[in-house]
């Protein structure tokens, strides 16, 4: 199966996947990247952070970008513990 490489891009720089994750085919790993994009926004949202900016992408095992997804498109509807 292919490998995907999820990379975190933000104010402080870029967080490397080192390790990557197997998926069927490129449409799998979309799915999971927005899932954990969402995940990720929820977290910052909860810290306070600003998610302008911030976005996370999606690179194949030859380094290539595939698709990159905005935070701040992806919090809508996520709700801080606190609020």
Known sequence: MPMYFFRVHDEDG????EHGAEFANDKNACVEAMKT???????????????????????????????????NSVSRGVIAEDA
Not at 14 to 17: L, P
């Open 14 to 17: 870029e967080m490397i996947d």
């Open 37 to 71: 994009a969402r995940e990720l926004a929820a977290d910052r949202m909860i810290n306070g952070d600003d998610l302008n900016g911030i976005y996370f992408e999606i690179a194949r095992s030859d380094g290539s970008s595939m698709d990159r997804i905005l935070l």
